[in-house]
């Protein structure tokens, strides 16, 4: 019985020790996915307010709006995150663009919404767990508490 118990020990430590990697990971797929969703929004920007005009629905905004909201959040959150500066701020921000695309646009194909099911998922990965220490939050948080001791910088 103690075999097993240290097995899960080691198998926790390990766990432990690669979190900030397995957060870096899933920080740089969203980039990839959102970011690059973004920009083709930038580069033929006219198809961008045609599809906000007549594909996507998005309630209460007006296309051009939600087109520019769209493309921003689709630039910037993923930044956010791949840096990780305010990472739960930016997960909550790309959660909100992926839930608004799905609520958007009812043409969908069921792949398709397995792909955003996803990204939320990994999301909420981001959203409850952290960036992890490999982020700029983390450095950051390093940076004001060592040892469990604040430090007070002038």
Not at 13 to 26: M, T
Not at 114 to 132: E, P
Not at 136 to 151: A, D, E, M, S
């Given at each position: 019985?103690?075999r ?43 198809s ?19 087109a ?13 995150l ?73």
């Amino acid at each position: 019985m103690k075999r097993i118990s240290s097995l899960f020990h080691r198998l926790d430590d390990i766990a432990v020790a690669l979190q900030p990697l397995f957060a870096l990971a899933i920080r740089l797929y969203l980039f990839r996915v959102f970011f690059l969703s973004g920009l083709t929004k930038l580069r033929s920007w006219d198809s961008t307010l045609y599809l906000f005009s007549n594909e996507y629905h998005v309630p209460v905004l007006p296309p051009a709006v939600a087109a520019v909201m769209g493309a921003g959040g689709e630039l910037i959150f993923p930044v956010l995150l791949l840096v990780g500066w305010q990472p739960r701020f930016a997960a909550a921000g790309l959660f909100f663009v992926n839930l608004v695309a799905v609520l958007s646009y009812p043409g969908l194909e069921p792949v398709m919404i397995k792909d955003h099911i996803l990204w939320a998922v990994l999301i909420g990965y981001l959203f409850f767990h952290g960036a992890g220490r490999w982020s700029l939050q983390g450095f950051l948080r390093r940076g004001k508490v060592i040892g469990g001791v604040q430090q007070n910088r002038a």
